[in-house]
């Protein structure tokens, strides 16, 4: 748990394969000496993160071991599987990016209150900002996910209990490998960099890099036409 300089006893990442996760632990590490435990697919915390049963009994076994600190949830997929039909990678986003996703964060949300502290941190997207006719699906998905959090930080307001949320936008990475290039793209050492920067902030939505919070509010408000047509670009 929490000691008396408030450093991280104990952090989970779900989604062991994300380099963005990968990332943001090493300078957790770096900063204190936490346990940290690493959730992928296999493993002594493996999680099948689209089996309702599994997030639950992962959530059981995080918690039966002792207070959890710090839970950074980095689960995702693009939805681009080339080998699955448009349906298909449509469903699995939805699975994924929402459905297991929002599950586990009320599920952590709720445990942490019991224990009254705890900070969750959720990797959202820029592409939750406005459709695009390359992305729509995946955006969707998350910002589903980024409006579930956003409420689920306001509810727990004065509980001790916070939830971040991370919006990147085109993070050099084996994920994005061998699709075009975005502008104000970063390396996942620098979203980690912009993670760091959301534990530590008061404000609940950290951008990253931090220009894309004014490049959100021109995207929001560009006219139809227009946007569709910087989008085919």
Known sequence: MLNGFKSIGRLALIGSGSEIGQALVTKLVADNSPEVILIGRDGDFGLDITNKAAREGLVNQLFGKGDLDLAIIAVGVLGNNSAKSEIENLLDAMDVNYLGTVHLLALIAERMQVQAHGTILVISSFAQVRPRN???????????LDFYARGLAAKLRGTGVEVKI???????????????????????????TFAMKALKSKK??????????????????????????????
């Open 134 to 144: 390359d992305n729509f699906a995946y955006g969707s998905t998350k910002a589903g």
């Open 166 to 192: 991370l919006r990147p936008g085109f993070v050099k990475s084996k994920m994005t490998a061998g699709m075009t290039v975005a502008p104000f793209a970063i390396t996942t050492e620098e979203c980690a």
């Open 204 to 233: 609940t939505v950290t951008w990253a890099p931090s220009l894309l919070k004014y490049v959100a509010v021109v995207f929001a408000t560009m006219p139809a036409a227009l946007f569709r047509k910087i989008s085919q670009r």
